[in-house]
């Protein structure tokens, strides 16, 4: 029998990662996936971009992506959590700073369009997916109605306030305000050029027109 003095030592175990550490890498793997997708969209459009595109931009293996994303569709809906959470963070900040609904409509609509406007293919595909994936299609429902549901509390503030209309429904206005903030996305799209900014800007000016308290908006004359 071996004396105790000449045992071999046993190695040490190298530390388990903790549960903290092992989410917080995931979320930054998961993270550097989508960031890298949103480059690639801008830089070469989301139909030419391919998942080993993304991996290799994210420095991760090909197999990973598919932990995260079961698809390259699905990284639409990441773009709409995204979209989401900035408007929540907006509906937040209203509850806490008497800003004037008009600059603070427009202030929210230049940021929820900031990322869209690096990449115009991406409004392309966002709607492309609407249609023929049902999969991202009922995801992107269920965004839909919370994104409409947060900006139906806007209006009901600014309507509070005295500064949109209240003979309609603030759901009602809130829903043609979506809709004329991304159809002009989507027509801006086609083009993909410097133009998004001025768009936004018309757009808005004939929201507020429709908008604003009635008796309030000043009209142009008639031209003779």
């Known amino acids: 029998m071996r004396s105790a003095k000449h045992r071999t030592p046993r190695k040490k175990r190298a530390p388990s990662e903790t549960p903290g550490r092992r989410q917080r890498r995931s979320t930054e793997t998961r993270e550097r996936l989508f960031r890298s997708a949103l480059k690639l969209f801008a830089d070469k459009g989301f139909a030419e971009t391919t998942v080993e595109d993304i991996t290799d931009a994210a ?3 090909k197999g ?3 932990n995260y994303f079961p698809s390259k569709e699905h990284l639409l809906i990441a773009f709409s959590d995204m ?3 900035k408007l929540q963070d907006t509906v937040d900040q209203m509850r806490e700073r008497p800003e004037p609904m008009r600059s603070f409509f427009r202030s929210m609509t230049l940021r929820m369009t900031e ?5 115009p293919d991406l409004v392309r595909a966002i709607l492309q997916a609407n249609l023929s994936s049902s999969s991202v299609r009922n995801v992107m429902r269920e965004r839909n109605a919370r994104a409409e549901g947060l900006l139906t509390q806007l209006v009901r503030i600014g309507q509070e306030r005295g500064e949109f209309r209240s003979d309609l429904p603030a759901l009602e206005l809130a829903q043609v305000f979506r809709q004329t903030i991304f159809g002009t996305l989507l027509m801006w799209s086609v083009y993909g050029d410097a133009s998004l900014a001025e768009r936004i800007e018309r757009a808005m000016e004939t929201l507020w027109m429709g908008m604003a308290p009635r008796g309030s908006v000043t009209t142009a004359p008639p031209q003779s």
């Open 64 to 66: 990973t992506f598919f």
């Open 59 to 61: 420095d991760v293996g």
């Open 115 to 119: 990322e869209p406007a690096k990449a």
């Open 83 to 85: 979209q989401l959470s």
